[in-house]
């Protein structure tokens, strides 16, 4: 078998593989994954240092930060919120996630005796950060996977440009296809070995005999593919 040398691609080139909108958006997915896991960390962090019997007062929401598609007038489940307080007559001001409240709504604030700036809403434990954790695996798995598939994708187009092989076909015979007939073009890869591909049958091929070049990688020569038809930023370097 004859192999030969790989086409030179410029890192430039090679980067600009990389740079696609699949990545960008597996990139954000992941950093969304993330940024949930700090947000519960912090939660539950602070969950562990209460107990039943720390001191309670009314406190009221200030600000909601939610979905920008959820409402302000119903209860939704919110990210995060923040809400204030007094202890001793000083305010307190303080930022909780994930539980469903209101601008404005009165609730009762558990803090802790000799750190009040140290406080929750009553009643979230972990479980109301449990969503946050399944937010941030969801979103980082996501953000995963995507990035596995656009990076896969990237270094397999810059495997078939720089070791992609072109080579004319024959046109041998017709056969039958959806809405007409296609022409077979035949083609000897340098296995040795002999492959059939066929043309569709809007192409410019018109009688047996002729010859059109066609596209293929060492290993995957019985998926090749006419050049006219391969995708134009890796036609762009096979010259």
């Known amino acids: 078998m004859i192999t030969a040398p790989p086409r030179p691609l410029p890192r430039q080139a090679r980067l600009g593989f990389f740079n696609s ?9 992941f950093a969304l994954g993330l940024l949930f896991v700090f947000i519960y960390l912090a939660a539950t962090d602070v969950s562990r240092h209460f107990s039943k019997d720390d001191p309670r007062v009314a406190g009221v929401v200030t600000k909601v930060f939610r979905p920008s598609n959820s ?6 489940r919110n990210i995060t919120y923040d809400y204030r307080y007094q202890v001793n007559g000083r305010t307190y001001d303080a930022q909780m996630v994930s539980t469903d409240y209101l601008q404005t709504d009165q609730v009762n604030v558990q803090y802790i005796l000799g750190a009040p700036e140290m406080s929750r809403i009553e009643g979230l434990d972990a479980n109301s950060s449990f969503g946050l954790l399944v937010l941030a695996l969801g979103f980082g798995l996501m953000g995963l996977l995507v990035l596995f598939i656009s990076v896969s994708g990237a270094l397999y187009d810059i495997r078939r440009i720089r070791h992609g092989i072109t080579i004319n076909a024959t ?8 809405g007409g007939s296609a022409r077979v073009l035949q083609f000897t890869a340098t296995d ?3 492959y059939d591909i066929a043309a569709d049958t809007q192409s410019s ?10 596209f293929y990688v060492p290993g995957e020569a019985a998926s090749a593919v006419m050049l006219d038809y391969l995708e134009p930023e890796i036609r762009a370097y096979l010259n």
Request: aromatic content about 8%.
């Open 21 to 29: 909108f699949t990545m960008w958006l597996g990139a954000a997915f």
């Open 192 to 194: 040795g070995l002999s």
């Open 171 to 178: 046109i041998v015979r017709k056969q039958l296809a959806t």
């Open 71 to 76: 409402s302000d007038t119903a209860t939704s």
């Open 205 to 214: 091929i018109v009688s047996e005999g002729e010859s059109r070049v066609v």
